[in-house]
């Protein structure tokens, strides 16, 4: 027999005695299971009551024997059975709370009382601390969950069974991956949930490895893919995805690291034709080790402004940092130090068309679509020279800068691609595919700077250099800065 099927017919014989005393020694728990208990056992008597019914006794002479009509045995029988199914009940429940294990029908226990019937995630309670996400989707970037987010996965772990299994124990499937981080007051752990609910911590170095419950490993999943974390990604290099290093960098990455310079008031209201001129260098400029191998020196500074210069029919941008550091010191220190404004510039923007015809030997590339030069505003007319991407830095961020220095002044190596985004303590590489970018920290960049490339790194396009120079001024008028144009 069931537990749960209940034989009325044990009760039958009992005497009130017998119902006093279950009734003394034995209460329901709550109002509402004695009620719900009730209306079962009424059910139970209904369906019952066709059994008990008795015919009419025969009437004999003399002494009549007092009779107890059934009924009263069955309604003490369904009281008796209110009674011990409470008590039974009553038991449950107060067995289950010892054991720590939740549960969500109690309805007459307090916050703090059921808080403290929670179980404990084994790396404790995470309602406190702050979590990050990836997964196979955005992966190395990492998204930080907000504090309702955070409340919600603690409240998961907290409830969920988690039984250690041994550390070797085999995936028993295949399938993506959900990474979460914690970092509870610089304890930090790192839970990678598998497709068959088991889960790998690890913690200092440790790896301890957990089956865990459907509704926490669902939790994590949910996560890791949640609908707004786009926008909202935080880069991280792929070595640095361990417990300890995700926690390195805490800012954002924005939209754009580079972006179309605005026009300069001198050129609103011109026409502007775009033009693609092929330039050739020793090296691949888009090639970040390679620039750097090519530099001597790496510039961080926050851009100021940035203008449009051009000379010979070559034009460029002028790029006016704010110097914070620079690795080789040069301009920290020694004759620059005067100035914390360093003036840069790199090949592309725009030139006049006057300055292009007054070359006999260029006119038939100044006039596209073999239209006479007559027929265009020379005055009004300007070249806009697009090289590589024809994006440039965005005023007021901060960049790293590779440059090369000698006694002529300072020059960016590998135009726009030598300038890197700084987020936090990551650098960030430019490249001519916008979904395309590398991760650096400063100490790698110091590490390739001046580094000697076999003869199979440097590709060689065409070697012959220009001596042309380009002199700039700087913004605030401290004296001028020779820029050279990258060869």
């Known amino acids: ?58 009437t004999v002479t003399g002494v009549e024997p007092y009779r107890r009509p059934m009924w009263s045995k069955v309604l003490a029988a369904v009281s008796a059975l209110v009674l011990v ?3 039974v ?9 010892f054991s720590g294990r939740p549960d969500d029908t109690l309805t007459d226990t307090t916050e703090e009382e059921s808080a403290a019937c929670r179980n404990i995630a084994p790396f404790g309670d995470i309602s406190e601390a702050r979590v990050r996400f990836t997964n196979a989707a ?73 089956k865990v419950s459907e509704a926490a490993s669902s939790a ?66 888009e090639d970040v080790r390679k620039d750097a191998a090519n530099a001597d020196n790496i510039i961080i500074g926050t851009v100021d402004s940035m203008s449009f210069k051009s000379s010979g029919g070559i034009a460029h941008m002028v790029i006016d940092i704010i110097v914070s550091e620079d690795t080789a010191g040069k301009f920290t220190g020694g004759k620059f130090s005067a100035c914390n404004h360093l003036t840069l510039g790199i090949l592309g923007g725009y030139v006049p068309m006057k300055e292009i015809i007054s070359d006999p030997g260029v006119q038939a590339h100044a006039s596209p679509d073999n239209f006479e030069l007559r027929d265009y505003d020379v005055d009004n007319t300007y070249y806009h020279e697009i090289v ?40 960030i590489s430019h490249t001519s595919m916008a979904t395309v970018n590398e991760f650096f920290d400063l100490d790698e960049l110091k590490a390739m700077l001046g580094v000697e490339l076999s003869a199979d790194a440097l590709p060689y396009i065409n070697t012959e250099k220009t001596t042309e120079e380009v002199h700039v001024e700087s913004v605030d008028g401290n004296g001028s800065l020779v820029v050279p144009l990258d060869k």
Request: charged share 30%; proline share 4%; with cysteine.
């Open 1 to 58: 027999m069931k537990n749960d099927d209940l034989n009325l017919d044990m009760l039958e014989n009992a005497d009130e005695r017998t119902v006093e005393r279950l009734s003394e020694e034995y209460s329901a728990v709550t109002e509402s299971d004695v009620k719900r208990l009730y209306e079962k056992s009424e059910k139970l008597y209904n369906s019952r009551k066709t059994d008990f019914y008795f015919e009419p006794q025969d």
């Open 85 to 87: 199914t409470g008590a």
């Open 89 to 97: 009940t009553g038991g449950a429940l107060l067995i289950r709370n």
């Open 138 to 210: 955005y992966v190395p970037y990492l998204y930080e969950a907000t504090a309702e987010e955070v409340s919600a996965l603690a409240e998961a772990f907290n409830l969920a069974a988690w039984e250690e299994i041994p550390a070797d124990t085999p995936h028993e499937s295949d399938g993506e991956t959900a990474l979460v981080y914690v970092n509870a007051d610089g304890q930090t752990y790192r839970l990678v949930f598998n497709p068959d609910g088991t889960v790998e911590c690890v913690h200092d170095g440790v790896t301890t490895k957990y």
């Open 220 to 285: 994590a999943y949910s996560g890791a893919q949640s609908d707004n974390i786009y926008g909202k990604l935080i880069p991280c290099k792929v070595e640095d995805l361990t417990a300890d290093g995700v926690w390195k960098n805490n800012e954002i990455m924005p939209e754009k690291l580079f972006d179309e310079p605005a026009l300069t008031e001198e050129l609103k209201g011109k026409y502007i034709i775009e033009n693609h001129p092929l330039y050739d260098f020793a090296w691949d400029i």
């Open 388 to 427: 590589g991407t024809g994006l440039a830095p965005i005023v007021g961020k901060e960049y790293a800068f590779l440059t090369h220095s000698d006694e002529t002044g300072c020059s960016i190596v590998g135009e726009e691609y030598g300038i890197l985004y700084k987020c936090d303590n990551l650098y």
